[in-house]
């Protein structure tokens, strides 16, 4: 069974920063692309970055694109965003999830066992 943990939000100013972290354990993670996700209060979960198994292909949505960066450790199993230049409409709870993929600007997963996520709240 596929688990993953998300850690690492908090509360922060608007143009601060904030790095996200997420292990995985119950798949083989080196094989699988990662994405971040996340869940506004009143929205459906959007689709955030996801990167390819090898870390060399990168996809972001419009809204982060040039803000978040998206990495990860292999040999760790673990996942990150590095967010900056935060806004208070980045302000949700953030999840990851394996098996994204992006197509005409949407990234997505089919992924049915999501964590618990980790709340970021960004103030104006």
């Known amino acids: 069974q596929v688990q993953v943990v998300e850690s690492g939000g908090g509360l922060v100013q608007a143009g601060g920063s904030l790095r996200l972290s997420c292990t995985a354990s119950?798949?083989?993670?080196?094989?699988?692309?990662m994405g971040w996700f996340r869940q506004a209060p009143g929205k459906e979960r959007e689709g955030v970055s996801c990167?390819?198994?090898?870390?060399?292909?990168?996809y972001y949505s419009d809204s982060v694109r040039g803000r978040f960066t998206i990495s990860r450790d292999n040999a760790k199993k673990a996942l990150y965003l590095q967010m900056n230049s935060l806004k208070p409409e980045d302000t949700a709870i953030y999840y990851c999830?394996?098996?994204?993929?992006?197509?005409?600007?949407?990234?997505?997963?089919?992924?049915?066992?999501w964590g618990q996520g980790t709340q970021v709240t960004v103030s104006s």
């Open positions: 119950g798949l083989t993670f080196a094989n699988n692309a």
């Open positions: 990167i390819g198994w090898s870390g060399s292909i990168a």
């Open positions: 999830a394996p098996d994204c993929a992006s197509n005409e600007g949407r990234i997505y997963s089919s992924f049915g066992s």
